[in-house]
């Protein structure tokens, strides 16, 4: 009683005796108001106050995160999936593969000199002063390196180090290596599509998911290509072959379906392994086929021709005197002449520098001008792939400049464009935009532009398969398979001179000429003369390219070889 008392008179109250009951019949008290009751109520407001604050207080911790949290819930996370790229059969060209990361939380580090020297004895390769730093630092978060092998991550996680962590990420992997680095391209280290079609994904839709929050863990579809992964090996391989044998520093090709538009394969040499993306950035491993700009030589004579044809101001008979002529104080001569006038099929086959200029000479500056832009020769070319180069022209047309233009001299394309444009020549007059996507007959036809008259497309095809049979393209013409075109040797500009003894070599060719399903082409820069050879020049060297790219290529391509009559007759006696 007393206890309660003591305890009622601190908070300045009285509370009166407990009424006594005793045998002898004590009388009972009246109990007593408080005597103040304005303190009763402020001591059970404070108490209120106190318990507002601190509940407050509890609210407002629970709704702040600890910054380590938002690392710790994405290490938690799994990364996002890319959609996997296939080739046209649905073989595996890119797709995920999970690594761990490594981080640390340097506020969590007990030591970071005992951390640093423990993490180096697994990861030599970092850098100690800023492995050091980061461990030392008072930030939250901090990557140490990214894309573990699993033997690393075992031996640091045996370590045992307080506020060291791992994050399991994707890292891309691309089974065919090097096979078609330039078309499948890379991603960075954050697995972001930065060239190549692996780009065109992140730009086609892929990046704006990932920042809407719509791309998670889950497979997505994967994404078709057009390439078909047995021609691209051959094209590669074959690339591989001619630098060697011509001593070459770089060559290229490419197989495209003249009806579709399809890039069915192509590749550029040097190139890269896309496992290894640092080395896509290396100045000699460019994309020369759509990304590099050259001087395309005599194949150049293709639109020459098909122009002067087309023009109606020149007929397929018509005969072209090829004696030298000066314009601008420069000649205009054969490389090698034949000391007489030709027809229009012969300044082809003979590639006549000459012949070809007067039927430039013809046409016109602006009928010239006007023909190649249709073509798609003179700007840049729309397609998936990113890698794609704007070609030069001069700033002003001259008559020497529309010569020079006409046998290869003075415009600057990429390999890609010229392909794309001698499609079209072969292809009845027909443009089809190149695509890296499958796309089908159908689907082509209602994008194509008329660009040629049928009558030019067909009497082009002949000059092709001429050249192709007796001129300089007999070395991409495989028995069996008909294959017409065009060989071009371009003397390279060095110190603002031409160079005789520097070549860059081209070979068009189609095939099977007589109704043309694909064109192939082939460059080679800087080739050397074969052993036994008369020259270096691109009947030698990138023609041979095209035949043995057909040879090998034709069945994958549904391409039956044609013997003739003669065939026809060893069928029969088997």
Not at 296 to 308: C, D, N, P, Y
Not at 540 to 568: C, Q, S
Request: proline residues 6%.
């Amino acid at each position: 009683m007393k206890a309660l008392r003591k305890l009622l008179s601190g908070l300045g109250l009285t509370a009166a005796a407990a009424p006594a009951t005793s045998t002898t019949g004590l009388r009972r008290r009246r109990v007593e108001a408080p005597r103040n009751k304005p303190r009763f109520v402020i001591a059970t407001g404070l108490f209120c106050a106190i318990y507002l604050v601190i509940g407050g207080r509890l609210v407002y911790l629970g709704t702040q995160s600890d910054p380590n949290d938002t690392y710790r819930s994405a290490a938690g996370q799994g990364p996002v999936t890319r959609p996997d790229l296939l080739d046209r059969n649905g073989e595996v060209l890119a797709t995920d593969i999970k690594t761990a990361s490594l981080f640390a939380e340097p506020r969590r580090i007990v030591d970071a000199d005992e951390a640093t020297e423990s993490l180096l004895t697994v990861l030599p390769d970092l850098n100690p002063k800023i492995l050091h730093a980061r461990l030392s630092s008072k930030a939250g978060f901090a990557w140490l390196k990214r894309e573990l092998t699993p033997r690393q991550q075992q031996e640091i996680m045996a370590l045992g180090i307080p506020g060291i962590g791992f994050r399991t990420e994707k890292k891309r992997f691309y089974p065919g290596g090097p096979t078609a680095a330039h078309i499948v391209g890379v991603t960075n280290v954050d697995n972001q599509g930065i060239a190549g079609m692996e780009k065109y994904v992140d730009d086609a839709g892929f990046r704006d998911l990932q920042q809407l929050g719509f791309a998670g863990n889950d497979k997505l579809e994967p994404v078709k290509l057009s390439i078909d992964l047995r021609v691209q090996h051959i094209v590669r391989d074959e690339l591989v072959a001619a630098m060697a044998k011509y001593k070459a520093i770089a060559a290229g090709g490419l197989v495209m379906d003249i009806q579709t538009g399809e890039i069915i394969a192509m590749a550029s040499l040097p190139d890269y392994d896309p496992n290894f993306p640092g080395d896509a950035l290396k100045k000699e491993n460019l994309n020369r086929i759509s990304a590099g700009t050259f001087e395309m030589g005599s194949t150049f004579k293709i639109f020459t021709t098909a122009m002067a044809l087309d023009s109606g101001l020149v007929r397929y008979n018509d005969v072209f005197s090829t004696t030298p002529f000066r314009v601008a104080g420069f000649t205009i001569k054969e490389f090698h002449g034949k000391g007489r006038p030709l027809s229009v099929p012969e300044i082809f086959e003979y590639s006549s520098n000459v012949g070809s200029a007067r039927e430039a000479d013809l046409v016109g500056i602006e009928g010239h001008k006007e023909f190649l832009t249709r073509m798609g020769l003179l700007s840049r070319i729309k397609t998936e792939l990113p890698e794609t180069a704007m070609p030069t022209q001069p700033k002003q047309w001259k008559k020497i400049n529309s010569m020079t233009i006409a046998f290869g001299h003075g415009v600057s394309t990429t390999p890609l464009q010229t392909a794309v444009a001698a499609a079209a020549i072969v292809n009845d007059g027909w443009y089809v935009p190149p695509t890296f996507l499958p796309r089908t007959k159908e689907e082509a036809d209602k994008i194509k532009v008329k660009v040629l008259k049928d009558q030019t497309s067909a009497e082009m095809r002949e000059i092709f398969k001429i050249n192709g049979v007796s001129g300089s393209g007999k070395s991409a013409n495989p028995p069996g398979y008909h294959v017409g075109g065009k060989t071009g040797t371009a003397e390279k500009v060095v110190a603002g001179r031409y160079s005789k003894d520097m070549r860059f070599n081209a070979y068009v060719g189609a095939f099977p000429i007589e109704k043309p399903r694909y064109l192939v082409l082939s460059i080679i820069d800087e080739p050397k003369k074969e052993e036994g050879k008369y020259a270096a020049t691109a009947g030698y060297n990138a023609a041979p390219m095209v035949g043995n790219i057909v040879r090998r290529a034709a069945t994958f391509l549904d391409v039956k070889p044609d013997f003739g009559e003669t065939g026809k007759s060893l069928l029969v006696s088997y």
